[in-house]
C-alpha cells in the first residue's frame, strides 16, 4: 500500500511538472508555431502602444485568448487576415498608432527615398490631431488603415462601442484620404467573432500580421531585425510602428527601416501594400 500511495504522489508530481512547464512555455510555443503557420496569438502578450497616450488600464491581459488567428482565419476566410499568399515572395510593411509628429515623418521619408509603399493603420484621434500627417501619406502613395478612434481593447468593449470606433474614425479619414479605408486593424490583434462578422458585413476586412517586430518595446534596430526575420516568410504582413505613447521610443524603427528594406530586397522579396498582396481595393465598398 505505502508503495502504491508513492507512485500516485510521483504521478501526481510529474503531472504538476508538466502543467507548469506548458503553462510556462506558452508564449514560446505559441510565436514559434507562428512560422508554421499554426496557432498564433502573440497579441496576447502584446502590452504594446498602451504607453502614454493609451490607456493603460485597458491592457489585455495575458490569458489564453477566447480564439486563436488561425481558428478566426479559417472560420471567416478573407474577412480576418494576417498574411498573404504563401506562394510569391511579397510581404507588406504596416505601421501602426499614427500619425505621431515625432516618428510618422521620419517613416515618410524613408519610405520616400527607397521607393518602398507602406500601410499605416490610423488612429482616429490622432488623426484628427495631425490631419496633415495623414494627408501626406495618400499623397505620397501608402494605403490607410482603420486602427480605431483612441485604441480599446475591442474584446473588451461592447458589440455598440467597437462599432463606434471604427464608424467614427472612418468619419475622421474620409475627407483626408478621399475614401473610406477598408482594412481595420484592431488594437493589439484583439478581437472577437462577432466583430469580425460585423466588420465584414460593413464591407471591412480585418487585417492582423504574421510577423512581429515587437519594435513597441523601444528596442534597437539590431533586435528589430531578428525579431522580423524569426517568422518572415513569402506573403508575410511586418507589424511596426510609427506612433508610440509618452515614454516610448521607435527610434530603433527608424534606423532599422533602410536596413530592413535592403535585407528584404537582397532576399528576392517585394515590398507591397496590403491591397497589392491580398488582391483587394484600399478602400471598402460602402453598404
Ligand atoms: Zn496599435
New binding site residues.
Partial sequence: MRRWGEARKALLLAACLLLAASAGAEPASGKRSAAAGSEYRPQAQHP??ETGA?SGAQRPKKKKPAISWVALQQRYPGAFVIGGSRRFRRVALTF??VPDPRYTPQVLETLARYKVRATF?V?GQRAAAHPAIVRRMQREGHIIGN?SLN?PVFSRISQYAMQQQVLRTDWILRPLVGYSPRFV?P??GEITPAQVEWLSGKGFTVVNWDVDSEDWRSIDSGAILINIKRTLQPGSIVLQ?AGGGTGQDLSGTIAALPRLIKLLRSKGYAIVTLPELLGRPAARRLP
Wanted: net charge negative.
Fill in positions: 504594446s502602444e493609451f501602426d498608432d493603420f488612429v486602427h485604441h486593424r488594437p493589439y510602428h
